[in-house]
């Protein structure tokens, strides 16, 4: 068995606590991929082993090095595309406590909140919605406690939580496989005709799924 007892008021004493802490979040511990014309020479090197023909030959490595044409070899850093520096967020809380000879009160008021950490220019691709990642919490308790007479009390306890979470139609699971799973030289994020980039192989573009899906 489990006893949660909440804050209540106090006999004949007044306190105010406002306590205010602004947060912010660094994406630490992320994983290094390599770049295009690494991966062509390690793809490369894979099929030779395997006594297959290369996929890549000298023009195409070049074309990896030197960007001569991102279409057909590009060189993209999903994560860089993907994903802003820090996140931010915030958590206000204010309590009062307090009462008088015969009424006690605890009242309190919480509110935090958390912006992803997606790019603003992808999250805010559309006018249709926003898909940055973002939650907002607020909840409010009130505690009164009324003598009635010398032998009686009443009591009232109340709360009340709101929440609002915010992301786009993939889930966070979903769309950081996407940034870890397709290579830097699979395709472009977009190609010069301005379409979203793509192959059969992997399929999914994983920033087309943050700022074109939803």
Do not use: C
Request: hydrophobic letters at 30%.
């Amino acid at each position: 068995v489990i006893m949660v007892t909440t804050k209540r008021g106090q006999y004949k004493n007044r306190n105010i606590d406002i306590n205010y802490t602004h947060g912010i979040g660094l994406p630490i511990n992320q994983p290094d991929f390599v770049d295009g014309y690494t991966y062509a020479l390690m793809k490369n090197e894979a099929l030779y082993y395997d006594g297959l023909p290369l996929l890549y030959d000298q023009s195409e490595l070049a074309a990896f090095k030197d960007g001569s044409n991102k279409d057909l070899y590009p060189n993209t850093n999903w994560q860089k595309e993907a994903l802003r520096d820090h996140t931010v967020n915030n958590q206000l809380n204010i309590a009062l406590r307090g009462g008088g000879s015969k009424m006690r009160y605890y009242a309190s008021l919480n509110y935090k909140n958390d912006y992803g950490i997606l790019k603003k220019n992808l999250t805010e691709y559309s006018d249709r919605y926003n898909s940055q990642m973002k939650k907002y919490d607020l909840n409010a308790r009130i505690n009164l406690d009324v003598d009635v007479t010398s032998t009686t009390q009443a009591r009232l306890s109340m709360f009340g939580l709101l929440r609002e979470e915010n992301r786009p139609n993939r889930s966070e699971e979903e769309i950081f496989s996407s940034l870890y799973h397709v290579p830097s030289a699979a395709f472009p994020v977009r190609t010069t005709s301005g379409l979203w980039g793509g192959d059969y192989v992997f399929k999914k573009n994983p920033i087309a799924q943050i700022a074109d899906v939803g």
